[in-house]
């Protein structure tokens, strides 16, 4: 018993002596883990959770940063402690420098404060004074709200500089505000500065197109806008887009400010043959860069005797032709001076193709339903040579009186019949296209019959619009479009020669309508963007939307060349819960039939 009972003893010993090695194994685990969270919460902040979002944007504690203004400025870190915890993002998109250096700022995050470090090549300016603009770079770690106005400025000399230039960049075709787009200032007055130097002064464009170019000194400059594609502050590209003003810009102490409001174009591209495309006799395929302008290309060929149809399809040139043998020949492309080339023709086999191909109708022409102005149209796949009207029937109302529309097709490509009649609302017509009434230019019929139905639409599902347009130099002539929706083209006059001008469209589809017009210039009927090399500013476009055009009425509207509309007003607020309130009605010019 008594060795039992020692042994006993000692495995009590044992086991307590392992209990209590164990509960300071875990205490010591426990603390450490507890340290090692604290010292990385320190290190790393985190986004608190819960409570009222936070709106307030980092600020600034100038008591711990470098002084901001400062003058006799020499290379040093920038320095700003900001009163919370902060991240810093986008830095090459975000922060600007003006003028700009010639290396990039390194700038680094330690705890609250951002450092801003100046490349050890970089030579500063002398006499110069330097803006850097944070933009949204910098935003508390929270809600990530930008620093409002974020902005360091010095000045290497004796006086910080403090002229301002400001205004507006809007697309030249759309008149929609442009962002991102750099604004700059150069001392040198070249005109090939903007090609071959940094500008002086710089600053982008906000989402409205809105820029300030700040703490600009007394001189004259040249200004330019400019889409820097490949961000090395130079037009070297012919795809960039660059706006500028009609004269120098000239800054004096006597004038705080000057407002430069510039047109942002692309100029005319070269055209380049991107595809050709043979495979089919009878068509040739010419694939462009861009959409091409048919009066901007001169097409011309050696003749052998062929027959030649042209048709611009969005980026492609069609060219439909027919001949008797498998001779080859040349197409000449040519655009002014800026583009040409030279295409050979070589056709197959003609009779494989007459024997493959079928000449029939497609679809793109006039619906069941179609307005009763307009002529019915019919579209087919080759360009039309010849209209048996003998072999068409056209019958109007359900006791099909026949009709003798006048019949025609388009004169470019010739694939579109048309067929004009003075509609009566309402009723049925019926087309019956016989066998052999159509031959195209290969010499195909349609082998079958061609049935459609048609209905004019009721007048009254349309309106009419009166349309006064004044202000306009009798001298000058321009092009007047009316746009529908999507900015589809409805109507286009070209006008000159009056002040003022009263034009008139009856039936026109319930819509929202725009007054388009463009000052041309040089007389050509189209709008002509700008040049730099030829000092020419875009043709100017004004765009007005009228009142909207319901169905069954009468619309007057008056268009004032370069008027400005007030800015829309601010949404109302919540309506009253009282019963007693009514809401308004608003009043317009129009009348109903």
Not at 204 to 230: H, Q
Not at 322 to 348: A, E, H, K, M, N
Not at 366 to 380: A, D, E, Y
Request: aromatic letters at 12%.
């Amino acid at each position: 018993l008594s060795s039992s009972s020692a042994a006993s003893d000692v495995y009590k010993r044992q086991l307590y002596t392992l209990t209590h090695k164990f509960r300071h194994f875990i205490l010591y685990t426990s603390s450490f883990i507890f340290l090692y969270f604290i010292a990385y919460s320190c290190a790393n902040p985190l986004a608190p959770t819960g409570g009222p979002r936070d709106e307030t944007p980092p600020s600034v504690i100038e008591e711990e940063s470098s002084p901001n203004f400062q003058t006799n400025f020499e290379k040093q870190r920038i320095e700003l402690t900001f009163d919370e915890w902060v991240q810093v993002n986008d830095i090459f998109q975000q922060v600007v420098v003006s003028p700009p250096l010639e290396k990039p700022l390194d700038i680094s995050l330690k705890k609250k404060t951002v450092r801003v470090d100046f490349d050890d090549d970089e030579v500063l300016k002398k006499d110069v004074t330097y803006t850097i603009n944070f933009g949204e770079a910098i935003k508390d770690l929270t809600e990530k709200n930008p620093a409002e106005n974020l902005r360091f400025v010095f000045s290497t000399g004796d006086y910080l500089d403090s002229l301002t230039v400001s205004g507006q960049v809007l697309d030249a075709l759309t008149a929609e505000p442009k962002e991102n787009i750099r604004v700059m200032l150069y001392e040198n007055l070249s005109d090939t500065v903007v090609r071959t130097e940094r500008p002086f002064y710089f600053a982008k464009t906000d989402k409205e197109g809105n820029f300030k170019i700040e703490n600009v000194k007394e001189g004259t400059f040249r200004g330019f806008a400019l889409d820097d594609s490949d961000l090395n502050y130079l037009f070297n590209q012919s795809n960039e887009a660059i706006g500028f003003p009609d004269s120098f810009i000239v800054l004096r102490p006597d004038t705080n400010a000057v407002v430069m409001n510039i047109s942002l174009f692309t100029e005319a591209q070269a055209y380049r043959v991107q595809d050709v495309d043979s495979t089919i006799y009878g068509l040739l395929k010419v694939n462009f860069n861009q959409n091409p302008t048919p009066d901007l290309l001169s097409l011309r060929y050696d003749t052998i005797g062929q027959e030649v149809v042209y048709q611009f399809d969005r980026d492609t040139l069609k060219v439909w032709y027919d001949q008797t043998d498998r001779q080859s020949w040349p197409l000449y492309i040519q655009q002014d001076s800026l583009f040409s080339d030279t295409i050979p023709v070589r056709p197959g086999d003609r009779a494989a193709f007459l024997q493959e191909r079928t000449f029939e109708a497609r679809g793109g022409g006039t619906g069941k339903r179609f307005k009763p102005t307009l002529p019915v149209l019919l579209n087919f796949n080759h360009p039309i040579a010849t209209i048996d009207t003998a072999l068409i029937g056209f019958y109007e109302d359900t006791l099909r009186t026949k009709i003798q529309p006048v019949y025609s097709f388009d004169t470019l490509a010739r694939q579109q019949l048309r067929m004009s009649y003075p509609w009566r609302e309402g009723r049925p017509y019926a087309l019956e296209i016989l066998p052999g009434a159509i031959t195209d230019m290969y010499g195909l019929v349609n082998s079958d019959s061609i049935v459609k139905d048609y209905s004019p639409d009721l007048r009254k599902n349309f309106g009419n619009l009166n349309l006064t347009l004044v202000g306009f130099d009798s001298t000058s002539q321009y092009i007047v479009e009316l746009l529908g929706r999507s900015d589809a083209l409805e109507k286009r006059w070209i006008i000159s020669g009056s002040e003022s001008y009263n034009l008139i469209l009856n039936t026109i589809s319930a819509a929202k309508y725009t007054v388009q017009v463009i000052t041309d210039y040089n007389r050509n009927g189209r709008w002509d963007t700008g040049d730099y090399d030829l000092d020419r500013q875009p043709e100017p476009i004004y765009r007005r939307p009228i009142d909207d055009v319901r169905a069954n009425w009468d619309v007057e509207a008056t268009v004032t060349l370069g008027e400005k509309l007030p800015e829309p007003e601010k949404p109302a607020a919540p309506p009253s819960t009282n019963r007693n309130s009514r809401g308004g009605q608003s009043s317009g010019r129009s009348r109903g039939n």
